[in-house]
Nanobody, 124 residues
Framework: QVQLVESGGGLVQAGGSLNLSCAAS????????MGWYRQAPGKQRELVAD???????NYADSVKGRFTISRDNVKNTVYLQMNSLKPEDTGVYFC??????????????????WGQGTQVTVSS
């Protein structure tokens, strides 16, 4: 049906950069919002940033000025450029696609999807 595949996580020193990608595949007609969430050990999953199909962005206060979210609507892909990384940015980063309309089984469907997560570790 629909799959989200993330890439780009890894280990980086404080002050470094990483670029995450998340590609949605399947018989997708359109996707409403796409976003990135993260979950640190022992903490709840939190929104990092999201972006609408029209390009309107929203960021957590903790990442404003350091992270940039963007998307390619043709490729159904969302990106997260992370600069000036801090140890507190460490966690598993999950991609989410809201309002995915896709065609399957001779009909249209509309669901939200999560990626499998990619680990980001920032060392001090």
């Amino acid at each position: 049906q629909v799959q989200l595949v993330e890439s780009g996580g890894g280990l980086v020193q404080a002050g470094g950069s990483l670029n995450l990608s998340c590609a949605a595949s399947g018989s997708i007609v359109r996707i409403n919002a796409m976003g990135w969430y993260r979950q640190a050990p022992g903490k709840q999953r939190e929104l990092v940033a999201d972006i609408t199909s029209g390009g309107k962005t929203n960021y957590a206060d903790s990442v404003k000025g350091r992270f940039t979210i963007s998307r390619d609507n043709v490729k159904n892909t969302v990106y997260l450029q992370m600069n000036s990384l801090k140890p507190e940015d460490t966690g598993v980063y999950f991609c989410k696609a809201d309002g995915v309309v896709y065609y399957f089984g001779s009909q249209y469907h509309r669901l939200d999807y999560w990626g499998q997560g990619t680990q980001v570790t920032v060392s001090s």
